[in-house]
């Protein structure tokens, strides 16, 4: 076992899959983030990206995206196979269902999941039913990377968590990591599966360092994880809400409150069995998301939980989500929007109370 941030759990992966697999390619904008730039240090430059470099001497750069993701790919597979891409997501979403169709395996990178707004007939007219349309004839494996995640005042056409509408379209997986071995292996998954799976990475666990496995296993799709076992209440956490679910659990446990702590992993297809067996055991559900409020993945939960185990249930279920409005700009407007720890103990123990 090693640690590796997230960010460079893919980023291992994604040199992995290449080398081994030529038909793998890589699509989208900023990806090759410079690969090939020559920059001069000026003499009076003391400080920056030039810094410690000779006048006369030059730094090749290969930034590899906005969050690095990408980078030393365009170096070592050449940019026939890592193509950077004008600021058009229709086109170069399109380019990449038509070579996953044609025989290919690109891995296309949307830089914001705010973006596919602008790629959404693509992804849910065309992306989504041309296996079906087909009848099976043409396979699509294709993935799409993405981010999501609020938190850093990025704004809100750069911070949406748009999961659980993704999820909402026939056609589509769509995969949300917590953390570096199951964002590894998630990946491999995605991309060895006939059909299109987007992967919605939350950018602000990209440096979030965890322990990972040498040779970064596969990890299957459709297949939750218990991240913690209890059986008081059965919290189902996305993402970045899983370590916010962590660090109110230790402060429960203290308390002689043990939640259970389900980390989905793929949001669809949906591990139901695993939510349900442990709502078996508790009695009580929360679920835990930075998406939507109103028709989101949490109310998806929930009327599964509701339909399928609702003998088991000692109580309503229960969310945490934002509210049902933009993401706000302002850091401190944004923090009170965003589900937390002090949300989360709140809950449970009126939960426990009722």
């Not at 790629?119 to 294709?142: V, Y």
């Amino acid at each position: 076992m090693t640690q590796l941030s997230l960010k460079d759990a893919l980023n291992k992966t994604l040199h992995h899959l290449m080398e081994t697999d030529a038909s793998v390619i890589v699509i989208g904008e900023d990806i090759v983030g410079g690969a090939g730039t020559n920059l001069q240090k000026s003499p009076d430059t003391k400080s920056g990206i030039n810094a410690g470099i000779n006048a006369d001497k030059e730094l090749s750069v290969e930034l590899g995206g906005v969050f690095g993701v990408t980078a030393g790919l365009a170096t070592r597979f050449g940019k026939a196979r890592v193509i950077d891409t004008p600021i058009s997501e229709t086109a170069f979403v399109g380019m990449g269902i038509g070579a996953a169709a044609t025989g290919l395996k690109p891995i296309v990178e949307v830089m914001f999941c705010d973006f596919m707004g602008v790629c959404f007939d693509q992804i849910i007219n065309q992306a989504a039913k041309m296996r079906f349309l087909s009848g099976n004839q043409i396979t699509l494996p294709l993935v799409i990377r993405t981010t999501m995640g609020a938190g850093d005042s990025s704004g809100a056409m750069h911070s949406q968590s748009l999961h659980g509408l993704l999820a909402s379209m026939p056609g589509l997986k769509v995969v949300c990591p917590s953390n570096a071995a199951d964002a590894a292996g998630l990946l491999k998954s995605a991309l060895m599966d006939p059909n299109p799976v987007i992967m919605l990475e939350h950018k602000g666990l990209y440096t979030h360092q965890s322990a990972v496995e040498e040779n970064l296993p596969a990890v299957p799709l459709g297949t939750g994880k218990t991240i913690k076992n209890g059986n008081a209440v059965t919290l189902v956490a996305v993402s970045a809400m899983v370590h916010k679910a962590l660090e109110a659990a230790n402060q429960l446990t203290a308390e002689g409150i043990e939640v259970e702590i389900i980390d989905p992993r793929t949001i669809s297809p949906l591990d139901i069995g695993l939510i349900l067996k442990s709502v078996t055991k508790t009695g009580r559900l929360l679920v835990v998301d930075e998406g939507a409020a109103f028709a989101g993945f949490a109310d998806a939960v929930i009327s599964l939980v509701s339909r399928e185990g609702f003998s088991a249930l000692k109580q309503a279920p229960r969310k945490l989500t934002p509210k049902h409005t933009p993401v706000p700009y302002a850091p401190n407007l944004e923090q009170i929007w965003l589900p937390g720890t002090a949300n989360i103990l709140e809950t449970v123990k009126d939960m426990m109370n009722d």
